[in-house]
Each structure stands twice: as C-alpha cells, then as structure tokens.
C-alpha cells in the first residue's frame, strides 16, 4: 500500500487522447535536433503524457539523427544539364536552391556558377535564408553565373490555372489564385494591404480553405450516403498536387484526412485536439526541421488556439450567436499568434477580427465556387468576379486601420507572453479563480515592462548592399541616415519595424546620390518622421523633397554648426559651410554624440573635407564613400583615434573597400566591420535610464 502522502503527477484529461502526447512528444524531439538543452525539460512532461510522449519524442529524435540532411561541398564550381523545379535542383544527391536574377522559370537549363552556403538574416527583421530552405530540406544554395534554357517543363496543372482565369479582371483573378491555389506571386501590393488587414491568412491555403471545400463536397454528395466522405478524402491529395504542400495545407489535410477517415468507417471524426497532434507528430516525422517554417508555426498554433480556447468561451444562440462564434473563432486563432506575428511582421492589425468576420462569408463562397471553376472554366466567372471585387475592397478599406507596432521578440519574451496567458486560460476552463490568475498574469506583464524600460545608446550600419544606411537611437528617440537604393527601401523600413522604431525623431539625407536617397522615400511614406535634414545639394524640386513635403514633414538644409538635441544626445552638422556645386563634398557630415562615446559619420566627402574638419575624439567612425580611395584621410585617423569604424558596402565594380584604406584602418588597429561580410552591425554604448 502506498504512503498517502505521496503525490503522483496526474496525467492530462483523457480527451486529449495519444494523440495530443505524439505530437507534443515530437515536437519537443525535433526542437532538442536544434536546441537540445530543451531535453531537459524531458523528465518533468514525461509523468503527465506518458506512453505516446516517449514515443513521439524517441522516434522523431532518431528520424532527424540518422537521416539528416547532408551539406554539399560548398565552394565546388558546377556546370552541366539540370532540371529546375519549384526553384530547386537535384545534384548527387543534393537538393540545392538556385540563385539567379530575374528568377528561372521551371525547365530544363545548361547551367553554370558555384556553390555556397545560404545565408542568415543580414538585418533586423530581414529574410533569413538559412532558416527558410533547411525547412525545406535544402542546404546549399548554387549561384547561377550563365544560364541557358534547353526546354520548358510540362505544366500538367497548366489547364486547369487557366480555367481559374476565363472571365475575370486581373485584380480578380490575383485573389481567387491566392485564395483557391495559395498562389500570391501576382498581389505584389495588394498582398501588403491584405498583411494590414489582418487578411494575409487567407492567401496561405489552410484548415480554412480544405474545411469550405470538405463541407462543400460532403453536402453536394449527401445522396451517397457514407461513401462522400471517402470520395471528399479522395479529393484531398488532388488538392494537395495542385496547390502544392505548403506545411499549412498538409496540417489542413491531414486533420480533415482523419476526420473523414473515421466518419467513413463509423468511428466518428477525430476530436480536433486529437487530429491536431496526430497532424503535428506525422509532419514532424516526415521532416523534423518543417518546425522552422513560419507556415508550420502559424498554422499549427492557430487550431491549437481555437480546440483550447474556444470550447471555454460563451455560445449565444441564433444569428446573434453566428456573429459572436465567427467573432470568437478569430480572437482564439489570433491570441496564441500574437508575439509571432510581431515578431515576423512588426505590426499587427487592431482590427484584424472584425475585418475576419466581414470576410468570411465571402470566402465561404469563394473558395468552394473557386474550386469549381477549376473545371468549368468561365461558366461561374459572373459570380466570382464581383465576390472577389467585393473581398479586394474589403482588404484596401481595412489596411487603413490602426495597427499595433512592436520590434523583434526575444525567446524570454516569447516566454513571458505564454506565461501570462497560461493562468488566463486555466481560469478560462474554470480551472483557477479569475482573481489569481489575474494575479499570475500581471507577473509576467510586469517583467516585460522592467525590461523594456531603459532605452539603447547605439549605432546601427545597416545592410542595404552598395550603399549607407545607419540608425542612431539615442535613448528612447531615432535618427535614421540615409536609406541606400530605392529597391532597398522595404528592407529599411522592416528593420525599422524589427527594432522597435515606431517614428523617427530626425531623418537625414547626407547627399542626392541614389545610393543614399533612394530608400528614403519608402522611408518617408512608411514612418512618421519629425524632422527631416537635407544637404543643401538637394534642388527644391528633388523627388525625395517633394515626397517629405506631401507627408507634411518639416524640412531643414543645414550646414555646418546646425546643433540639434535628439533624446538624451546630440547632433551636429559639421559641413558644408557653404555649396560647392559637387553633391559630394557637400554632403552633411554629422557628429553624433551618446553622451558617453562619439560616432563621426562621412557621407562620402572626399579627403580634403576630411582635413578640414574641427574634430577630435571620436570612437565610431562611419568610413567615407564605402571605403573609396579617396576618402578615410591619414590625418583624420590620426586625430580622432576611433576604435571601430563601420563600412557600408556591397558587391560593386569600383574595389570599394579599397585595400589602401583598410591597411590605413589596420595600422592604427582599429577594428573594421563591413556591411557585406557581418551584415548589420550594432555597436552599444549603453542603455539610457
């Protein structure tokens, strides 16, 4: 007989059934792969799942641990016949990803150029290769020099595409190939207003989309009794095929693949809990790095919102009860996403429920008739294009909404957020009294507060290629420098987002080079800005000037001895004292003081502006002109003695950095970070209390 004293932990309901304990176990199995100090945590869920943990955890282990994926020899030069697919090729064994521009589409190529490895996340919230191709299973990345194409591959999807186009407007056909095909390479910005609205979810095929389509053939084939639902799971991997198996889709597919299962075979459906972690073990199984997919991620943790939370929530009855479920439906979707989506994106839209509940009929009707007229061509057309018009509208009136801004999360945060909501949802399922659970929350809620409390002293070099773009945030306010190229102008403005910087306290121009304005003007209609600083070379009627003056930002052509305080710091213009005519020696340069270091920034003055300037004392050094020749004098080096000096620059004809320069930095041993080899970098100085 046992002690009575003795506690034994008590396992989760038995609702949640096995297959909640194999996906859970799976998911821990194929996060130890990446992060095995997660292990740890091994014992302490063990008692609580139990049997299908262990197994879930044991065998994903050994899939990732005996199958891994192989890195190629990276560096190899190749050339020879390949058929490309889907962007990808297969070489001796190797899946690569191929890189070339403009992209390649599907075929047969004579290809040449060599192999490397993908690469990381360049800047804050920037794309991060790496992380994206190892969930698909791709390690090596071949840079295409030449390509010829030999032969086009047949398209045997191409028929039915083309049926999905007969009768409709381009705007039209762009949301019904997002919203029936999960194809979103035509929205372009119209995909943007979606992300705004809190719409985006609809154009990434998922449990929505194969739920519409599922209801739709189980009710149009009700005569056959129990045999629809074996044909609706016949239509399953058809759909798969044609849509291609987004990790989202295959979760969709797989949950209403057991479902349909279990109604075929009299067991009834699978619980959604049950389907899910069974979905989530077998994806896993398949390939444990499918983890790292932000598809995987939303998709997974959107269902698991809705099984946990929903059931919990008040059900009103009649057309009252429909609003509120479909309200409901959408905050229990959204609320487990909330630190991804800032995370990834940056902002999240206020409004993103109410805008789901006004969309939803729509695609309700979308998606199913969107799937007809796959094979009856332009017959359905007529009453297609104004849903699709109507829906289109629906996103560009909600992209204006008030969004919430946030910066780049860290894993503690994550934590934090989970941890707050947990006693939320205990006390949800009646489980903890409000009371403490508020309690328990406001803990959590509290340490993010603390720590968001002293701002960053700290200069950013970010990489925007051949071109300067750096952010001071001098203690809670922001001055952004220039913005490289047009082209590179979304990728500032999401480092912008990523780093937290909702406006921008000064903006400045140092010079009208393309190299430095461009990015700018998505800049100017992205961010709210204060201030803007603009070199006396810009002519009034410069495109980046009348952009500022649309948006209603204050201009100031400054020269030298402009002293601004921004924060809890300062900055000065130190020239040009008057105009030239040569739109770089009349660049700004610009003294940024922290209060406890100095950042001397060049633009791209050549050296006998250099000489010319009354300073001393400078611990960050922003070189002038990428690192040209004819900047980064002997003299300036010898006066301000800096520690660090930053260069930004990308792959470019000129030999910019030049070697003379870097051995005039390298004597004085100062220490050099490029943009093109470290990508962003950050230099701290502190934090501002």
């Known amino acids: 007989?046992?002690?009575?004293?003795?506690?034994?932990?008590?396992?989760?309901?038995?609702?949640?059934?096995?297959?909640?304990?194999?996906?859970?176990?799976?998911?821990?199995?194929?996060?130890?792969?990446?992060?095995?100090?997660?292990?740890?945590?091994?014992?302490?869920?063990?008692?609580?799942?139990?049997?299908?943990?262990?197994?879930?955890?044991?065998?994903?282990?050994?899939r990732g641990c005996l199958f891994p994926v192989p890195e190629p020899p990276y560096g190899t030069r190749l050339e020879g016949v390949f058929t490309l697919h889907q962007g990808t090729i297969l070489w001796q064994g190797h899946r690569l990803w191929v890189q070339h521009y403009p992209g390649l589409e599907d075929g047969?190529?004579?290809?040449?150029?060599?192999?490397?490895?993908?690469?990381?996340?360049?800047?804050?919230?920037?794309?991060?290769?790496?992380?994206?191709?190892?969930?698909?299973?791709?390690?090596?990345?071949?840079?295409?020099?030449?390509?010829?194409?030999?032969?086009?591959?047949?398209?045997?999807?191409?028929?039915?595409?083309?049926?999905?186009?007969q009768g409709l407007s381009p705007p039209a056909l762009e949301v019904l190939e997002g919203l029936?095909?999960?194809?979103?390479?035509?929205?372009?910005?119209?995909?943007?207003?979606?992300?705004?609205?809190?719409?985006?979810?609809?154009?990434?095929?998922?449990?929505?989309?194969?739920?519409?389509?599922?209801?739709?053939?189980?009710?149009?084939?009700?005569?056959?009794?129990r045999w629809r639902y074996l044909l609706a799971l016949l239509a399953l991997p058809f759909y798969l095929w044609l849509a291609g198996p987004s990790p989202s889709l295959v979760r969709a597919?797989?949950?209403?693949?057991?479902?349909?299962?279990?109604?075929?075979?009299?067991l009834g459906a699978a619980g959604v809990l049950q389907a899910l972690g069974l979905a989530l073990f077998l994806q896993l199984l398949w390939w444990p790095a499918s983890l790292l997919s932000l598809s995987f991620q939303l998709s997974h943790l959107a269902v698991a919102g809705i099984a946990l939370l929903l059931p919990a929530l008040p059900q009103p009855q009649g057309a009252r009860g429909y609003l509120a479920g479909a309200l409901l439906t959408s905050l229990a979707a959204q609320v487990p996403l909330v630190p991804l989506l800032l995370h990834r994106f940056g902002f999240l839209p206020l409004l993103s429920p109410l805008s789901n509940l006004l969309a939803l009929p729509l695609v309700s009707l979308l998606v199913p008739l969107g799937f007809l007229k796959l094979f009856l061509g332009g017959l359905l057309a007529p009453l297609l294009e104004p849903l699709a018009r109507a829906l289109l509208l629906l996103a560009q009136a909600a992209s204006h909404g008030p969004l919430l801004s946030w910066g780049e999360i860290s894993p503690v945060g994550f934590a934090l957020y989970y941890l707050?909501?947990?006693?939320?949802?205990?006390?949800?399922?009646?489980?903890?009294?409000?009371?403490?659970?508020?309690?328990?929350?406001?803990?959590?809620l509290l340490a993010s507060l603390l720590a968001a409390?002293?701002?960053?002293?700290?200069?950013?070099?970010?990489?925007?290629?051949?071109?300067?773009?750096?952010?001071?945030?001098?203690?809670?306010a922001a001055v952004l420098v220039d913005g490289g190229r047009p082209e590179q102008g979304e990728k500032v403005v999401r480092a912008l987002r990523a780093l937290g910087v909702v406006a921008l306290e000064v903006l400045v121009a140092t010079h009208p080079d393309a190299d430095h304005y461009g990015g700018l003007l998505k800049v100017a209609e992205e961010v709210p800005i204060g201030l803007a600083l603009l070199s006396p070379a810009f002519p009034r009627d410069h495109p980046l000037v009348r952009t500022l003056e649309a948006r209603g930002v204050p201009l100031l052509f400054p020269g030298a001895g402009t002293r601004l305080q921004v924060g809890r710091g300062n900055l000065e213009v130190l020239w040009p004292p008057h105009l030239s005519g040569d739109a770089d020696e009349d660049g700004l340069v610009l003294l940024l003081d922290f209060g406890r270091?100095?950042?001397?920034?060049?633009?791209?003055?050549?050296?006998?502006?250099?000489?010319?300037?009354?300073?001393?004392?400078?611990?960050?050094?922003?070189?002038?002109?990428?690192?040209?020749?004819?900047?980064?004098?002997?003299?300036?080096?010898?006066?301000?003695?800096?520690?660090?000096?930053?260069?930004?620059?990308?792959?470019?004809?000129?030999?910019?950095?030049?070697?003379?320069?870097?051995?005039?930095?390298?004597?004085?041993?100062?220490r050099v970070y490029r943009t093109d080899q470290h990508g962003a970098v950050r230099v701290l100085f502190g934090y501002a209390w």
Do not use: C
């Open 108 to 165: 047969r190529y004579r290809l040449r150029g060599y192999l490397a490895p993908p690469q990381g996340k360049h800047n804050p919230g920037g794309f991060d290769q790496r992380t994206w191709l190892l969930s698909r299973g791709i390690k090596g990345v071949f840079h295409v020099e030449r390509a010829e194409p030999l032969a086009p591959l047949p398209d045997p999807r191409a028929p039915f595409r083309a049926r999905l186009a």
């Open 253 to 266: 597919s797989l949950m209403a693949g057991l479902s349909l299962l279990g109604l075929f075979l009299g």
């Open 597 to 670: 270091a100095r950042a001397l920034l060049l633009a791209d003055v050549p050296q006998r502006v250099e000489r010319r300037l009354a300073v001393e004392g400078v611990d960050v050094l922003k070189v002038s002109h990428h690192g040209s020749r004819t900047g980064t004098d002997e003299d300036l080096l010898e006066r301000i003695r800096s520690q660090v000096a930053l260069i930004g620059v990308g792959r470019n004809p000129h030999g910019h950095p030049h070697p003379e320069v870097l051995e005039r930095l390298a004597r004085r041993g100062i």
């Open 453 to 476: 409390w002293p701002k960053p002293l700290d200069l950013f070099a970010l990489d925007v290629g051949q071109g300067d773009t750096l952010l001071a945030r001098l203690g809670g």
């Open 180 to 225: 029936v095909l999960g194809d979103k390479r035509g929205l372009e910005d119209t995909y943007a207003q979606f992300q705004k609205a809190g719409l985006a979810h609809l154009l990434a095929l998922s449990g929505l989309h194969v739920g519409f389509l599922v209801a739709s053939l189980v009710f149009l084939l009700t005569p056959l009794g």
């Open 1 to 62: 007989m046992s002690d009575p004293r003795t506690v034994f932990p008590k396992p989760l309901p038995s609702t949640w059934g096995p297959g909640v304990g194999l996906g859970l176990g799976g998911l821990l199995g194929a996060w130890g792969l990446f992060h095995p100090w997660l292990l740890l945590l091994v014992p302490f869920l063990l008692p609580l799942l139990r049997l299908p943990f262990a197994l879930g955890l044991v065998v994903v282990l050994l």
């Open 420 to 444: 707050g909501l947990f006693p939320l949802a205990l006390a949800l399922h009646r489980h903890l009294p409000w009371r403490k659970a508020f309690l328990l929350s406001s803990l959590p």
